[in-house]
């Protein structure tokens, strides 16, 4: 498993929660890293990523302002801090890394973990 994603749960409405994603140094000191959810019958979109040298962040429209993608270097672990939760944030999230390196190409799912967001 390339990828160890966990810090699911089920808050309320207002509520934070944080998600981790480990994964190998050599992933993780090339890769894009980034989280998608996806809620029942939706597609999978994209939440917040990271690059890998700069740590130059990008967020979805819905989630600026609430949502803060880091990385712990010395973890090899991204995280992604939910803060003021909304039950439409309802998903199951996936950390993925991402890597266009001529050679050395690859695009890394991990497990989902569920988030349950309660009005």
């Known amino acids: 498993v390339q990828l160890q994603a966990s810090g699911g749960g089920a808050v309320q409405a207002g509520g934070s929660l944080r998600l981790s994603c480990a994964t190998f140094?050599?992933?993780?000191?090339?890769?894009?890293m980034g989280w998608y959810r996806q809620a029942p019958g939706k597609q999978r979109d994209r939440v917040a990523s990271i690059s890998s040298r700069a740590g130059i962040t990008n967020y979805a429209e819905s989630v600026k302002g609430r949502f803060t993608i880091s990385r712990d270097n010395a973890k090899n672990t991204v995280y992604l801090q939910m803060n003021n939760l909304m039950p439409e944030d309802t998903a199951v999230y996936y950390c993925?890394?991402?890597?266009?390196?001529?050679?050395?190409?690859?695009?890394?799912w991990g497990q989902g973990t569920l988030v349950t967001v309660s009005s």
């Open positions: 993925n890394a991402d890597s266009v390196v001529p050679g050395n190409a690859y695009n890394y």
């Open positions: 140094p050599d992933i993780f000191n090339v890769a894009i």
